[in-house]
């Protein structure tokens, strides 16, 4: 089958002007000013035509750090979030995300988590997963993070490693020394990004234990990728001082979103080492000054999208610079190298996205998985 968009005005992410696209074979096949449309109708071969004019066509938005198989439990048993499903990813326009297991490793296993990501895989989107979780020794499937990394497919890094959180094992810098090198090993011989993804609290030390690994152990900063950075104005700030030093950086979206980014824009931030996630199906817990549970909400993936939009109208950044924090930052720092970006040759993962910044058509592996703005694949049990 061959599907061809016409006439969209394409941020690659950057722009580059209106454009059609062909897609065969589950990737992008040729992008130029005017296809010969009739050239491929004369071939014994379906041809699906999807019309993008007036509309802004994208690279599918990369979410580095989702609770697939459900987070939480700060709170009690009844208070586990539950698992994604892939009508949400959709209708989010998320066409590859990233896995992971947070404060609760005893009832969330890597083995589900693994599960979890290869029948989202079989479903629609890309699907991959970190090993470890918030503690120190992290867990795995395999008995070592290099293991894991190598022999397990979907696996590329280790997360999310809690640090200046009361939630976590309150690591040595030298632990987590040890936890980025190995995870950094195991990459390098599997062919992976083989990072290390720190969960970051409110706590005390701040990102301090990272900038020591980067500046006293010789560690490569793009190896080390904490997220939640815009939990603190204080946060953003040395946020921006990592990423200087060659480290990418993730902020949780949200409320807010806009202001944090500004802030990090202001601090001197490198804009192509910073990243945008969903937190999706993670808890949202807040706590007391004593550490007591207040209150817990569930995180949307549905967030990440309105983030982009809010950045999209703030006019805080340009439109290629919103798109890039979310596609092409992403497919960097995780080292997907045939996704992020529209270009040919590359996984045709697009958005469409019509003039009122409503998300009109998601496609993935090239395949057309919303159109109409109506999410038209739904998870093998509804």
Not at 175 to 188: P, S
Request: negative net charge; proline residues 3%; without cysteine.
């Amino acid at each position: 089958m061959i599907t061809i968009i016409t006439g969209a005005d394409v941020f690659a992410p950057e722009y580059s002007g209106i454009n059609d696209v062909v897609i065969i074979g589950g990737r992008i096949a040729l992008i130029e000013r005017e296809t010969d449309i009739e050239k491929y109708l004369a071939l014994d071969i379906t041809v699906d035509i999807i019309s993008g004019e007036g509309k802004m066509l994208t690279p599918g938005i990369i979410d580095p750090h989702v609770h697939l198989i459900g987070g939480g439990g700060e709170g009690g048993y009844h208070t586990r979030t539950p698992e994604t499903h892939i009508g949400q990813f959709i209708d989010a326009g998320i066409t590859t995300a990233v896995g992971l297991i947070g404060t609760d490793k005893t009832s969330r296993s890597l083995e589900a988590l693994y599960a979890k990501s290869k029948a989202l895989t079989s479903e629609g989107i890309t699907a991959l997963m970190y090993t470890g979780n918030y503690q120190i020794p992290p867990p795995t499937i395999t008995g070592t993070i290099e293991r894991d990394l190598y022999l397990i497919d979907a696996v590329i890094g280790t997360a999310e490693i809690a640090i200046s959180d009361h939630r976590s094992s309150q690591p040595t810098t030298a632990e987590l020394a040890k936890i980025v090198a190995e995870t950094r090993v195991g990459g390098m011989t599997a062919g992976k990004a083989g990072v290390t993804h720190f969960h970051t609290g409110g706590g005390k030390a701040g990102l301090s234990q990272l900038k020591a690994l980067i500046e006293e152990y010789d560690l490569p900063a793009h190896n080390i990728y904490p997220t939640h950075v815009n939990r603190t104005d204080a946060l953003i700030e040395e946020a921006a001082e990592l990423t200087k030093l060659g480290a990418y950086v993730d902020m949780t979206a949200g409320e807010g979103i806009t202001a944090d980014v500004d802030k990090f824009k202001a601090a001197g931030g490198d804009m192509e080492r910073l990243t945008l996630s969903s937190d999706g199906n993670g808890s949202l817990p807040v706590f007391d000054a004593a550490g007591d549970l207040q209150r817990l909400e569930v995180a949307a993936l549905e967030t990440l999208t309105g983030s982009v939009k809010a950045l999209h109208e703030s006019g805080v950044l340009s439109t290629g610079e919103v798109f890039r924090i979310v596609t092409q930052n992403t497919a960097s720092v995780l080292q997907l190298h045939e996704k992020g970006r529209i270009k040919e040759n590359m996984h045709a993962d697009l958005l469409l996205f019509d003039e009122g910044f409503r998300l009109d058509t998601v496609i993935a592996k090239g395949k057309v998985l919303r159109q109409y703005g109506k999410t038209i694949v739904k998870s093998t049990f509804e």
